[in-house]
C-alpha cells in the first residue's frame, strides 16, 4: 500500500489542522494506521494509532483529549484531527500502515513521506 499525508502548515498556537493520511489500493481498509512525528533534532514519537475497523483507537499522553484519529474506509483516508495546537507540536508528521501491528510500535511496514506541521506562538 502507498500513503500520501497531506493537511501540514502554519498555524498560530491554540488552533487546528486536520491532516489526511490517503491510502492506495483496495487492501487499504484491511490496515491499522498509526501517525507518528519527528520534531527537529528528536526522535520520532508515537502520537496515535487506529485498527482497520476503526477501533481500538490508541493516543500518546500529549495527544489525548487535543487529538482525534478517525478513518474512512470508502475515501481510503485516515484523518488526524489537531486542536489547540502548542508551539511544541511542530514537527514532520508520518502515517503509517500495517496488516498487524496497531499502537506504539516502530514496526509499521509502510511509511508515507510526512507533511509538515508548524505552530507558531
Known amino acids: 500500500v502507498q500513503l500520501q499525508a497531506s493537511g501540514g502548515g502554519l498555524v498560530q498556537a491554540g488552533g487546528s489542522l486536520r491532516l489526511s493520511c490517503a491510502g492506495s489500493?483496495?487492501?487499504?481498509?484491511?490496515?491499522?494506521i498509526g501517525w507518528f512525528r519527528q520534531a527537529p533534532g528528536k526522535e520520532r514519537e508515537f502520537v496515535a494509532s487506529i485498527r482497520w475497523n476503526g477501533g481500538s483507537l490508541s493516543y500518546t499522553d500529549f495527544a489525548r483529549g487535543r487529538f482525534t484519529i478517525s478513518r474512512d474506509n470508502v475515501k481510503n483516508t485516515v484523518y488526524l484531527q489537531m486542536n489547540s495546537l502548542k508551539p511544541e507540536d511542530t514537527a514532520v508528521y508520518y502515517c503509517a500502515a500495517d496488516e498487524y501491528v496497531s499502537g506504539n510500535y516502530p514496526s509499521y511496514r509502510y511509511w508515507g513521506q510526512g507533511t509538515l506541521v508548524t505552530v507558531s506562538s
Open positions: 489500493g483496495r487492501t487499504f481498509k484491511t490496515y491499522n
